[in-house]
Nanobody, 117 residues
Framework: QAQLVESGGGLVQPGGSLRLSCAAS????????VDWYRQAPGKEREWVGT????????AYTDSVKGRFAISRDDDKNAVYLNMNSLAPQDTGLYYC??????????WGQGTQVTVSS
């Protein structure tokens, strides 16, 4: 059974940076499309960005373009969300999601990011 585990969240001041990790077991993550989502308190889950399979490109929601970047480490079977210039509106529970056509999809349990002074 595949499993995704997010880590790297925490409390950071506005303008700071964090790197979130999404580590996979049971699947080879480079063969899967991986999304990052976030959910702020009282709000619906929001798509943050996606990285394509293998060495494909990444796409981002407008509010994080130029500040966030998704990358892969195939040796570690992981995907990262590098977040810079964090702002209070980036606060939320961040999830990774792996999926591909004609196959199951998997969600992690989430990691909390809080941006506050």
């Amino acid at each position: 059974q595949a499993q995704l585990v997010e880590s790297g969240g925490g409390l950071v001041q506005p303008g700071g940076s964090l790197r979130l990790s999404c580590a996979a077991s049971g699947i080879t993550l480079r063969a899967w499309v991986v999304d990052w989502y976030r959910q702020a308190p009282g709000k619906e889950r929001e798509w943050v960005g996606t990285i394509a399979q293998d060495s494909g490109p990444a796409a981002y929601t407008d509010s994080v373009k130029g500040r966030f970047a998704i990358s892969r480490d195939d040796d570690k079977n992981a995907v990262y969300l590098n977040m810079n210039s964090l702002a209070p509106q980036d606060t939320g529970l961040y999830y990774c999601h792996a999926h591909r056509a004609r196959d199951a999809s998997f969600w992690g349990q989430g990691t909390q990011v809080t941006v506050s002074s």
